[in-house]
């Protein structure tokens, strides 16, 4: 029994020893951690910690989508060199970085989302949603969808040079 009983205390030592020391299982390498912190990881002591955030560009190959006022039935966009601005019936948006396509003429932008619907504060960062907008365009005619909160909106055609008439959202 005491044979018994010095092993379990042994092996219990060992885990210990393993558990409080600075090189465990799941530590990173010293390798990768040189690594990491060569690519902009940041670092707290000795500790790595997770790579620094960085700023992801619009998908599409670098074709800037043509400059002006998109409109179409329920939507229009108004696109500019920096972003654009987006209206609905009862909602508005904005992309903040140029919207680029590929080859293909699609292209993917990433902004905000805000539902109307009787009074707005008068900062409306609170109702702010992320939103991806998403499209494909022939640079005549734009296809737009809008993904929110799980839900997609669209696909709203547009055509580049037309006003939309959306009019007020009814206050509820």
């Avoid at 951690?33 to 690519?39: A, D, F, G, I, V």
Wanted: proline share 7%; glycine share 12%.
């Amino acid at each position: 029994m005491m044979r018994g009983l010095k092993g379990i205390l042994t092996a219990a030592t060992f885990l210990a020893l393993v558990a409080c020391s600075e090189r465990t299982p799941t530590a990173p390498e010293a390798s990768l951690e040189k690594n990491l912190t060569s690519q902009g990881a940041a670092t707290v002591g000795d500790r790595v910690r997770r790579p620094t955030p960085r700023v992801v560009g619009s998908r599409g190959g670098g074709t800037r989508l043509p400059l002006g006022v998109w409109g179409g039935e329920r939507a229009e966009i108004s696109v500019t060199e920096k972003g654009a601005t987006v209206k609905f019936f009862c909602a508005h948006g904005m992309a903040d970085q140029p919207i680029l396509y590929d080859a293909d003429g699609r292209f993917s932008v990433v902004g905000w989302f805000v539902r109307e619907g009787g009074p707005l504060p008068i900062d409306e960062t609170v109702l702010r949603r992320p939103a991806l907008y998403t499209g494909k365009t022939d640079g005549k005619t734009l296809t737009l969808t809008v993904f929110v909160d799980n839900t997609s909106l669209g696909p709203f055609t547009l055509i580049l040079g037309r006003k939309s008439n959306l009019g007020p959202c009814p206050i509820l």
